[in-house]
């Protein structure tokens, strides 16, 4: 009993995100080093996870979207894609789902053909995610272009008695805009390789880090080696606070990555109406790419990635180069078609 009730009573205040010096401070008549080993061997048993540094003064302002959100952030960070990658590779040869909703033997009603005249058209139609690049550099005005008509505030929105709103071209729930953009730059004409945080309504860059290397994409963009091709990967993170502030529920999670997949979108459509080879992946190391751009984790955390390559002379696609055959495409709406 001298041992089990310490667990119990840490357990139970472990329901909560907390440093491990909370932990301890609400422990009254347990010894630190007791609380310490304790905490030790939860997270080696699995039982508990670590989310951050110990000092983190970030940790505690989670409690508010505990336990759905907190548990699915960080239970979800730095997960080993060598292993999920052997996975999707098994899955793939077996029977897939249909991909498609269908309901047999009811009428179909026929619509009018989309009108795909005008630029959005053409643009969205020409929208694909690129795994092959060309060797020329990016240059800094296509950078400012995808910078400032994606993350970049495009006015303020001020209401007597409230704090001023940012507004860009993609929504956010509230106009919170949680999200920051940081630029890896490997070969943009003019800007040295480097990370570096970009200023939205100043429409500034600064850099925040030094080491940035084709290869360093081998860690950060783990079992894709095709993007170490990229001129240039975006690091979209949320500063939490921004949202927490106004919504206490743990359903503004879902928010924040709303926020991101509009962004994102809208990335991939100014890198394609420039003529250039956009991507976006969720596969990639959380901690590593952190540390390059200098945020915490915690309080302001990595949560979508995506870049861009110049195209390689003669190619209108750049699908993996690594599956054999290439695949091709298809026009929808035959018969049996997937």
Not at 200 to 223: E, K, N, Q, Y
Not at 299 to 317: K, N
Request: include cysteine.
């Amino acid at each position: 009993m001298r041992v089990a009730l310490p667990l119990l009573q840490i357990l139970d205040r472990l329901g909560d995100p907390q440093s491990i010096r909370s932990l301890t401070s609400s422990l009254d008549g347990i010894p630190d080093t007791t609380v310490r080993a304790a905490v030790r061997a939860l997270v080696r048993e699995g039982l508990v996870d670590r989310i951050g540094r110990d000092d983190s003064p970030e940790l505690d302002k989670w409690t508010a979207w505990s336990p759905q959100a907190t548990h699915f952030h960080f239970s979800t960070r730095d997960v080993w894609f060598r292993r999920e990658a052997t996975v999707m590779r098994s899955l793939d040869a077996s029977h897939p789902p249909a991909p498609v909703k269908q309901y047999p033997g009811r009428p179909l009603i026929p619509l009018p053909a989309p009108d795909r005249s005008g630029v959005l058209s053409d643009t969205l139609l020409a929208r694909r995610t690129w795994r092959r690049f060309g060797r020329a550099p990016l240059s800094l005005q296509d950078l400012s272009t995808l910078l400032g008509l994606t993350w970049g505030v495009q006015s303020w929105m001020v209401n007597p008695g409230h704090a001023p709103m940012a507004l860009k071209t993609s929504p956010s729930g509230g106009a919170r805009h949680s999200v920051e953009a940081y630029v890896i730059a490997l070969r943009v004409s003019g800007l040295p390789r480097g990370a570096y945080h970009f200023n939205p309504d100043r429409h500034r860059l600064t850099r925040v880090g030094s080491h940035a290397t084709p290869s360093l994409l081998r860690t950060l963009l783990p079992v894709q080696p095709w993007y170490q091709g990229a001129s240039a990967v975006f690091v979209m993170t949320s500063v939490f606070e921004r949202v927490r502030a106004r919504y206490r529920h743990p359903r503004a999670y879902r928010g924040i990555l709303l926020e991101a997949g509009h962004l994102c979108q809208t990335f991939c459509l100014v890198a394609t109406s420039l003529g250039l080879a956009p991507f976006c992946t969720n596969a990639f190391a959380d901690s590593a790419i952190e540390r390059v751009i200098g945020v915490d984790g915690v309080g302001e955390s990595a949560i979508y990635v995506a870049g861009v390559g110049t195209r390689p002379p003669g190619l209108a696609w750049g699908p993996n180069p690594a599956r054999k055959p290439l695949p091709r495409l298809r026009a929808a709406g035959r018969a049996g078609a997937r």
